[in-house]
């Protein structure tokens, strides 16, 4: 028994365990394997060009460095594919719940009455594969913020709106 | 009775000035003190270049007097329709609008200076943006102090002082010089005598070409005494070492805290303290976010617990947001409590602890691998090493992570919940259910094989973690705490 003296049962309360969350879109897979990519080669390919060029850096520094980064690339192509599968969000009527992680696996939910506000964001490839980010901002910091991206553009609005909604029954 | 009329703009104290250019002085000085220090002691220098030093000197001390005076002249601030308006800048000019009910606390701070010539520095802070800006510099302390009333309590102007009653009742700490002494003693002392040595050290290394050819002679017999092994040399240095880390605990108590007093208010706390700064902050207790408080074997000895309460804060690491009492008796800190949560006395705490797989992953994580990279070093032999891997780390390491997790619990009422976490020390944090930002589920599958998960709730100054409880305690846990946030209709600040 977790509470003493409590006037509601514990085991009324709504229970994330049992409700079904919605997974993000599939295709939001490509985005994250180009960030993957673009953010490998920034590190990378400096110091690959300086190995070619830079006759004091031996040559298979680069090679080996090279093997790494599509190695890396390779095993985010497949990495994806399953990570994608762990995140998912739900909209309950007084709170928003986003899951992710495949082997550290966490759940963070935000209280409507929290959030400070809302904003939809779209990246340059996000756009021209009709998805958006929405990030949910509460007075917690960084630690405390919320971001879920893979959304619809609509679906990514229409909650914006739902939770803009709500936010005016509180204030 | 000072009154002012507030809603037109007005400038600061006179003094004001001095306060301003005195500041840009010592900024500007700051960064040119090397410089300073460099071209007299290079003997020649200074001489072949007498006039040029000073007359550079002077130009930058007409250039920050008229700086000072200008500034002066373009700094007004006022309330006009519940905002605090405060214009700024001569070149830039800005103006700065803050809503009456968006300020968070206003304190007032006196240096050196402001203490001589009897004014004050108030600043007022925001739970938005970083707000370093507003402040002013200079008033007259019953100016401050009306100010100050109209931006918390959102009166517009000529407010009476007759709620100034502070009577022995509402004054709950006054620490006396040997109270300071007490805590001081008990602080972490070696931490401060670690920093007092690197502070020293820096300096030394900054400007170690100096030192070395004035003390060549002292420092080389000073090597000479190091090489050969000399326990006497060895046990002075250690009690020298003692010695300077209690008298530099001392002293950073006495300059931080001095004639430290808690006063409650009506509706909060008001805080008093500093020898060369004084600072006076008044905080409202339901925009009080968290209340830390913690105690080790020594301040148990002398019945001392220190106390935090932070308030929201836009950046997680910010100090200045929170109300620290280095030392108060156990009733002082029960009664401080009970003030900031009505609900504590008569609530009924039920504790759940920490899984003993948080001490095994922990101590593999933590302790081994340490252990294992000294067995590397390279010219020592490899008995000295395992002696020093297991007495100076292994061994210590062990007893503080078991500690650690053994205190690693966390208790919850109907409103509050209080996690406690520490290994030799105890520090206990307490927080409203309320007041609670968003809330964290962590499980890994290492953690889920054995029915375990982590918890970790934010809040507006800091977030805290509870970790490898019970699954089920977990997720009860998560439900509840969501269910009190979206039930309560109470504000968070």
Known sequence: ?171 | MYKADLSTPRRQNLLGLIVLLANSIRKIGWNILPLLIYALIKEDFYANNKLLIISAICVILILLVVHSILFYLNFLFSIENNDFVLRRGYINKKTIRIPLDKIQTVNTKQNLLQQILNVVSLEVDTAGSSVKEVSITALRRAEADIIKRALIEHKNENTDETDEKTTDKNNLIKLSPSDLIKIAFSENILKTGLLVMLTIYSVYSQYREYINRYFAREINDFENQLNTINYTAIAILLVLFIVLSIVATIIKTFIIYYDLSLIKTEKGFELKCGLLNRKNNIVPKHKIQLLKYSFNPIKKLFDIVSVTMKQASPNDVKEKQSLKIPGCSNRINNSVIEYIFESYSNSHFTTHFTAKYYFIRNWIWLSFPVAIAIQFLPEISQYTLAFIGMFGWFIPCTIAIWLSSKKRNFSISDDIISIQSGSLGTTITLIELHKIQSVKYRQSVFQKRRKLASIKVVTASESISIPFIDQQIASDLYNYILYKIESSNKNWM
Do not use: C
């Open chain 1, 1 to 171: 028994m977790l509470f003493k003296n409590e006037s509601i049962d514990i085991n009324s309360l709504p229970s994330i365990d049992l409700e079904k969350f919605t997974p993000i879109e599939k295709r939001y897979r490509i985005i994250m394997v180009i960030n993957s990519i673009i953010s490998a080669t920034i590190i990378t390919i400096p110091i690959i060009l300086v190995s070619i060029f830079n006759a004091e850096v031996p040559l298979y520094v680069g090679y080996a460095l090279s093997a790494v980064l599509l190695a890396y690339i390779i095993f985010n192509i497949f990495w994806s594919r399953i990570s994608i599968q762990y995140k998912s969000y739900l909209l309950r009527s007084n709170d928003i719940l986003f899951k992710k992680g495949v082997i550290w696996k966490k759940t963070t939910a935000i209280p409507f009455n929290r959030i400070q506000h809302v904003e939809v964001k779209q990246s340059a490839i996000a756009k021209q594969l009709n998805l958006s980010k929405i990030v949910i901002f509460t007075a917690g910091g960084n630690t405390g913020d919320l971001a879920i991206s893979g959304l619809n553009d609509q679906t990514a609005n229409k909650i914006r709106e739902f939770i803009m909604g709500k936010l005016k029954d509180y204030v």
